[in-house]
């Protein structure tokens, strides 16, 4: 009994603390900011078919992150400059979108469909909307460290650790891409291919509603995959059976970062992100990763070294 209540004192002293700490988060400011309102401009994202739905969370970039240093903090490479013209960098890169949604192959549509972890996808008929039942790309992701950490019985507060920085890793890699996204705000390539290329085209997936440039998937899988990687080890195998409860089968992988790779490459196959976009996310997600490895995981604020931390050390 006295161990029992003393834990309940214990936690109530961090819940006591973590509210606290979430109220200068500027989460609840969010409903006060000025409101989003899409810009038709060329090159400027725009709402998509089916639903048409508002640009989510313009301003999350205001929230306060965990660990990385301001929202802003990991942006790569500007994109191409948007274009018209067929001989341009930004015309290749929708054109491959184009091609590659037109020859998908079955392993292709697989991939795309278990990684689709789109919250947001609709079934539209008349004047209504029906949300579809699918999970988000961060409770993909969570799912991941859980059944790896069962898998490899690191025991319960290893399990609770895991997913306590994964948690972080997701919330921090989310600001950083929602700022990149609302400081481009690039035209997406279904909007782009059916004003330019074809007005019959539609991607294989539905369009989430947001910008385009940098990938969601690409950034908070790279930052995952660099994060769990630390805490679980490099060249784990395992089979996801996330997608399940959603309709779609399960995957192997032998490592985080391989189902990283293959999660930023959905979005490609998918219809939905420019091969750039998922290049820069991938970029974008490792560095916010090994900086939280950095940081948050190893007492003299720089990457464990060993064998099967080598990539942490470049």
Same mark, same amino acid.
């Given at each position: 009994p006295a161990v029992l209540s003393q834990s309940v004192k214990v936690a109530k002293l961090?819940?006591?603390?973590?509210?606290? &700490?979430?109220k200068a988060d500027h989460y609840a400011q969010l409903s006060a900011l000025k409101?989003? %309102?899409? $810009?038709?401009? !060329?090159?400027? #994202?725009?709402? %998509?078919?089916?639903?048409?739905? !508002?640009? $989510? !969370?313009?301003? #999350?970039? %205001?929230?306060?992150?965990?660990v990385i240093d301001s929202a802003g903090g990991f942006r790569p490479a500007l994109p191409c400059a948007f274009s018209k013209d067929t001989a341009s960098?930004?015309?290749? =890169?929708?054109?491959?979108?184009?091609?590659?949604?037109?020859?998908?192959? /079955?392993?292709?549509? !697989?991939?795309? =469909? &278990? #990684?689709?972890?789109?919250?947001?996808? $609709?079934? %539209?008929? *008349?004047?209504?909307?029906?949300? &579809?039942?699918? @999970?988000?790309?961060?409770?993909?992701w969570m799912n991941i460290a859980a059944l790896v950490a069962n898998q490899r019985k690191v025991g319960f507060d290893k399990t609770s650790y895991v997913?306590? $920085?994964?948690?972080?890793?997701?919330?921090?890699a989310f600001i950083s891409t929602w700022d990149m996204k609302y400081a481009t705000n690039r035209i997406r390539p279904e909007t782009y291919i059916n004003k330019y290329m074809d007005v019959k085209w539609q991607p294989f997936l539905q369009t989430p509603p947001f910008p385009e440039y940098t990938s969601g998937h690409a950034v908070v899988s790279n930052a995952s995959a660099e994060v769990l990687t630390y805490l679980l *080890?490099?060249? @784990?195998?395992?089979? /996801? /059976?996330?997608? @399940?409860?959603?309709?779609?089968?399960?995957?192997?992988?032998?490592?985080f970062r391989q189902a990283a790779e293959e999660a930023s490459v959905s979005r490609f196959y998918g219809g939905i992100h420019y091969m750039d976009s998922i290049e820069g996310g991938n970029e974008q997600g490792r560095k916010i990763g090994r900086y939280i490895v950095a940081k948050l995981l190893t007492p003299s604020g720089k990457p464990k070294v060993d064998k099967s931390q080598a990539v942490l050390r470049k």
């Open positions: 961090a819940a006591d603390a973590v509210v606290k &700490f979430s409101r989003y %309102t899409p $810009v038709r401009a !060329e090159g400027n #994202w725009y709402p %998509t078919p089916p639903a048409y739905l !508002e640009a $989510v !969370e313009p301003n #999350w970039k %205001t929230i306060r992150p965990l960098a930004f015309y290749h =890169q929708a054109r491959a979108v184009y091609r590659i949604g037109k020859k998908l192959t /079955d392993q292709q549509i !697989e991939i795309a =469909q &278990f #990684w689709d972890c789109n919250p947001f996808a $609709v079934n %539209t008929a *008349g004047h209504m909307s029906i949300g &579809f039942k699918k @999970i988000s790309p961060g409770g993909h997913l306590c $920085v994964e948690g972080i890793t997701l919330m921090d *080890g490099d060249k @784990i195998a395992y089979v /996801d /059976d996330t997608e @399940i409860p959603f309709g779609s089968g399960q995957r192997a992988f032998t490592s």
